[in-house]
């Protein structure tokens, strides 16, 4: 499944597709653990996705493992059409 988790929520598909050295860098706000270490939720690297493991990345590491892909559509934010686009996008 990708995106995973909560992750899927804010997940815009487009940041994960092109260049990776292209591609922007986005805040990861479902990071914030109560359990975590004081101070790891606001400075550490986790706090940010640099979208480097994204579509492509995603679907060929479904075939290398013979896994079936699972897209996991972010509705909570960006509108169903843009869920049939990254469809459309995958079998293009």
Known sequence: RWPGGCFADQYDWRD???????????????VDAPEWP?????DGPQVYDPNAFGTVEFANFCKLTGAEPYFAANLRSLPAQEYWRWVEYCNS
């Open 16 to 30: 994960g597709i092109g260049p990776r050295e292209k591609r922007p860098k986005r805040t990861n706000f479902w």
């Open 38 to 42: 004081k101070g790891a939720r606001r």
